[in-house]
């Protein structure tokens, strides 16, 4: 059984940094694309990051220089590095994997970037 489990959310100072980390288990998830997505109240999920299985990453606009997004395969593990955070990136930030055509998803963790 697929399982993925998200951690380091919490609240931040703008300008600050976190680091979200996912573990996934239930088999090997090397082969396959996982990344993160995030929704914010009231607004429809929208993807941050993608690593695939080769490594090769791509990023939202919004993200780009400031979040880096890592995997290792040994662990089965994801990690989002998140550097000079603003308001805006307040949301719950959740990970997945794409296997084939189904796409598995963690329950999420709340990320709050406010002063």
């Known amino acids: 059984q697929v399982r993925l489990v998200e951690s380091g959310g919490g609240l931040v100072q703008p300008g600050g940094s976190l680091r979200l980390s996912c573990a996934a288990s239930?088999?090997?998830?090397?082969?396959?694309?996982m990344g993160w997505y995030r929704q914010a109240p009231g607004k429809q999920r929208e993807l941050v990051a993608v690593s695939s299985s080769s490594g090769t990453t791509m990023y939202a606009d919004s993200v780009k220089g400031r979040f880096t997004i890592s995997r290792d395969n040994a662990e089965n593990t994801v990690y989002l590095q998140m550097n000079t955070l603003k308001p805006e990136d307040t949301a719950v930030y959740f990970c997945?994997?794409?296997?084939?055509?189904?796409?598995?998803w963690g329950q999420g963790t709340q990320v709050t970037v406010s002063s």
């Open positions: 239930g088999m090997s998830f090397s082969p396959y694309p």
């Open positions: 997945y994997v794409q296997i084939q055509l189904l796409t598995y």
